[in-house]
């Protein structure tokens, strides 16, 4: 597998940003209280998984009044109770697990004549006041728009909230399922999200229901008790919480992990690639997909099985059989279909084998039919006679009915090789238990069920509501196969950020009818590289294609290269993973979380940020079909930027009108941006990331820039109790020098690298006068690429190597430019795009033979990135020249365009005339696809110089 510095600079990167929260003490209800001292945190701990939540609230958080209850758990949320008996609720919800914050400062006032209660709450550091709530307990007491009242202050204005306020500002969450989905025509709404621009959100708790128990740390295994769901008590109650964070969206969703659970980080290989596709399958035929993998160089990790693994309707109807639960016949499926998979066993080991993960499709809703093979145990275990042949309905929300789904029908086929599930549940919204979802119900008895099992849990369904983002993966559902459904998918996913629901994986290339054009698949697959999760997937349909090998080129090539990119960046996905799960702010989120005073961060809908080192605004929408440019609007903030595939700079906060060739994803980055990567695997894992590779993009003399390389085993749950490492990363540039600096390690996880090498890359610069590592000079590698240091003069990239050290060691990189070249950067703005345009007029033109060929002085200047491979030292003369060279190839190019129909009449005559020519062809077509040639050359050649 080989993935070229060209190929990765004109697919695209990103960067970026930061976070924020808080804490302490109240008073008696009958008097006022002065402020006192909180304690701030901006990382609040909070219970990792491994230990038990708290529901309780301390009493000191807590302000009783009548029916009424108010718990302060931070200075900007508060939990707001009534109930018509005065009886509260402690249990956790299916959403709110842990209540037992430290302390916020606030203080509890009255009214003169006691008629009202008024409570502040403060921040510190500057101590400032944040809410005042204020309530009237008249009548019974319950919450009105006359009776209950929040201020806040958003943006330096007063804002009062009332219970009947509606807030049409909510920036929104997500919905269960894209199923159908046209575009941003969603079938199902998409419910409100804990962020607005209002400066205020809130959650209705009151008909939720609760669990018996918040102790998720099955401390003994599965043997542990699972909490399990129960009704709220009967009688009137209100239970709402008041998200009160103004536009501080970062601080509200950190705040909201501390109560509702952190979002788990996935194992490592969740963040490769994954093959799906709905088809019957042999393990015939996937074994030689397996094969078309590897001989293609695209790398792969999971293997989704659609329903085809089980048996099927058709061998259902031939034996006469029912679905007695009135659902449709062959979709819940729990027994291999042996026709296909003989051995399901062998052929699982084969899988695991070559390093592959491996999901079946479930749908659920029919329960346990007769011919099942696990039947007669489940019908005895439910106290069915299995000679009845009367099924096991389906029954989630029994204790004893999932206990038996898991240990019976699940379990067995884990152990013949199965990693996780696929819940594709499109059945009922509703179970027996009132105002449980079955979705987010199924959800939480699969991922719950991988936690007592001890692995790091992993699953993959649609969205349930609100609490769902402990449960990931999601499974966005079947949309329509239009650039209007690719288009939407950037909004939906980062807006899904908003309700803490970070990884969406949706069906790359879409999923009805199945069919698309290449250029469709290709900015989708881009998108998708770029995405929480990279599957493809499509509907049974024989004309559908998802093997990127099996498109014609450029777009084969151009797909295996996105796949191979992708791959490559997984030190930098599972870090910002990992700040995902630390932080509550997923890495794939709206621009607006860091930028949000500026409108244009709510109106460019189709950016968003990538890790906080990329921002990313895929292209959704067709190339022009002479030219073959897709023509963005691209919105910057406030900054420094640099288009990954051109090597432009952008000075923000501004829009630009940008156009990209089908190789080019447009992905910006901050100046000095750096992130990991790691050298070429076919699957996650195959081999250590070693070297390590670093790309630091170019600082401003007198700046620093820093990250951190997260690392841990990839598959346990002892990330959770500090078993990790973390590798450090420090640029700094000073005049003509950077000193980048890297380790030493910190922390340790089981198997760890003990040594490791590292490939330093510095792209869109000048070339080194030296280079030397640890104090030792490191020459220049000549034309072999081997023995020192090297440059890539398409991109403008300097690699240098690190030969393997002990990961205690600090390595120190120090590279020497010429005197004064720093401050000549601008020379060099844009040229990798320039070089990838001139390419592109070069290849056009040699389209239009034999009317035209490409002009030598094209070929000179495109040849500009390969002479300075070569011979780096002449790169001052070489940028001078390009800059000269540019402006004759657009001049050469005119003037073959001037002239080139009367030539092209010309042509078309002389080869009409031979007698021996084909009679069919079509001559017309050939001037026109010539005609189009030279256009497309001709802008290129333009846009060479933006």
């Known amino acids: 597998m080989r993935i070229s510095l060209q190929q990765l600079a004109a697919i695209g990167l990103g960067l970026g940003f930061s976070l924020g929260l808080s804490a302490q003490t109240p008073a008696p209800a009958d008097q006022a209280v002065k402020p006192a001292a909180a304690a701030i945190s901006s990382r609040p701990a909070m219970p990792a998984q491994s230990e038990a939540y708290n529901p309780v609230a301390d009493p000191k958080a807590v302000v009783t009044v009548g029916n009424a209850r108010f ?31 430290p302390v916020p400062k606030y203080e509890v006032t009255h009214s003169v004549n006691g008629s009202a209660v008024v409570i502040n709450t403060f921040l510190q550091s500057p101590l400032r006041d944040v809410l005042t709530l204020t309530y009237v307990p008249t009548g019974d007491g319950r919450f009105t728009a006359k009776n209950l009242s929040i201020k806040l202050t958003v943006d330096g204005k007063e804002v009062v909230w009332r219970p009947s306020d509606t807030d049409p500002d909510n920036l929104q969450g997500t919905t269960r399922t894209l199923d159908r989905a046209l575009g941003s025509k969603t079938v199902e709404p998409i419910e409100p999200g804990l962020v607005s621009r209002s400066g205020w959100a809130l959650v209705d708790d009151s008909t939720r229901p609760l669990f018996d128990s918040a102790d998720f740390s099955f401390k003994a295994g599965e043997k542990s008790p699972l909490p399990w769901v129960v009704e709220r008590p009967a009688g009137e109650r209100q239970d709402c919480y008041f998200f009160g964070y103004g536009h501080d969206y970062r601080k509200a969703l950190g705040d909201y992990v501390r109560v509702a659970g952190r979002i788990p980080l996935p194992p490592r290989f969740a963040f490769g690639a994954w093959w799906s596709r709905y088809w019957d399958y042999s393990d015939q035929e996937l074994d030689e997909l397996v094969r078309g993998f590897h001989e293609n160089d695209v790398p792969l990790d999971v293997f989704v099985i659609d329903m085809g693994w089980h048996i099927s309707v058709d061998q259902l109807k031939a034996a006469g059989e029912v679905d007695q639960s009135g659902e449709g016949l062959g979709w819940t499926g729990y027994t291999w279909n042996k026709l296909l998979f003989p051995d399901p066993d062998d052929f699982l080991a084969k899988l695991h084998a070559e390093g592959l993960k491996t999901t079946l499709n479930l749908h659920p809703a029919s329960g346990v039919q007769p011919w099942e093979a696990a039947y007669p145990a489940m019908a005895k275990a439910m106290g069915i006679d299995p000679a009845t042949k009367k099924y096991v309905p389906f029954d989630i929300t029994d204790k004893k009915f999932a206990t038996n789904y898991m240990n019976l029908l699940h379990h067995p086929l884990e152990r013949q090789g199965i990693d996780f599930w696929w819940l594709d549940w499109q059945q009922e919204q509703r179970t027996k238990m009132p105002g449980v979802m079955p979705t987010w119900w199924l959800s939480y008895v699969h991922f719950t069920d991988q936690q007592r099992e001890g692995k790091r849990p992993l699953l993959f369904h649609r969205w349930g509501g609100l609490g769902n983002h402990r449960y990931q993966i999601g499974f966005s559902g079947d949309t329509i196969s239009v650039w209007d459904s690719l288009a939407f998918q950037p909004w939906f996913t980062a807006t899904a950020a908003n309700v803490g629901y970070a990884y969406w994986s949706h069906d790359i290339g879409g999923h009805m009818p199945g069919a698309v054009e290449p250029e469709l698949y290709t900015r989708w697959v881009q998108f998708g590289a770029f995405s929480p999760i990279l599957r493809t997937h499509t509907t049974k349909n024989p004309e559908t294609e998802r093997r990127i090998w099996a498109y014609p080129e450029p777009y084969s090539s151009i797909l295996r290269s996105t796949f191979q990119l992708r791959y490559a960046l997984e030190p930098y996905l599972y ?78 906060p501004a829009a630009f009108e940008r156009s990209f060739s089908i190789e080019q994803t447009p992905v910006y980055l901050h100046a000095g941006a750096i992130v990991p990567m790691q050298p070429p695997m076919r699957y996650t894992g195959e081999k250590p990331v070693d070297p390590l590779i670093v790309n ?106 690190v030969p393997s050290l002990n990961v205690a060691t600090k390595v120190t990189v120090e590279v020497q430019r010429a005197p004064g070249l720093t401050a000549r950067r601008n020379e060099l703005d844009g040229f990798a795009g320039a070089m990838t345009r001139l390419r592109g007029a070069y290849d056009a033109l ?37 800059h000269d060279l540019l402006a004759k190839a657009q001049e050469a190019i005119a003037q073959i365009r001037a002239t080139f129909a009367p030539r092209m009449e010309e042509y078309a005559k002389r080869f009409l005339a031979d007698n021996w020519r084909p009679a069919a062809v079509d001559m017309e077509a050939q001037k026109q696809h010539r005609l189009d040639a030279v256009t497309r050359a001709e802008r290129l050649a333009t846009e060479a110089g933006k």
């Open 696 to 801: 630091v993009w170019p600082l401003a003399p007198g700046t620093v820039s820093n990250y951190s390389v997260y690392e841990d085993s990839g598959v346990s749950v002892e990330y959770q109790r500090g078993v990790f490492a973390r590798t450090p990363i420090k640029a700094t540039q000073t005049g003509d020098t950077l000193r980048v600096e890297i380790g030493p390690v910190q922390g340790s996880y089981p198997k760890m690298p003990l040594t490791r090498g590292f490939e330093l890359r510095l792209p869109a610069d000048w070339p080194p006068a030296s280079v030397a590592v640890n104090g030792v000079a490191v020459k220049h590698a000549g034309p072999t690429g081997k023995g020192g240091w090297s440059f890539e003069g398409n991109t403008l990239t300097t690699v240098i190597p």
């Open 575 to 652: 870090t910002e993973a990992r700040r995902t799960y630390d932080t509550g702010v997923a890495f794939f989120r709206p621009l607006y979380y860091d930028w949000p005073k500026e409108a244009a961060a709510y109106t460019s809908k189709s950016e968003y940020i990538f890790g906080d080192q990329m921002l990313v605004a895929p292209v959704t929408a067709p190339a022009d079909k002479v030219n073959s440019l897709a023509t963005e609007t691209v919105w910057l903030p406030a900054g420094e930027w640099i288009e990954w595939p051109t090597g432009k700079h952008f000075t923000g």
């Open 846 to 882: 040699h389209q239009t033979w034999p009317v035209s060929d490409p002009p030598d002085v094209l070929i000179d200047a495109m040849q500009t990135g390969d002479r300075l491979s070569y011979h780096p030292e002449n790169a001052q003369q070489e940028i001078k020249r390009v």
């Open 71 to 101: 718990t302060v758990l931070t200075p900007e949320l508060i939990r707001m109770e009534w109930a018509a008996d005065g009886k509260f609720e402690d249990h956790a919800s299916f959403v709110f697990l842990n209540r037992r914050l």
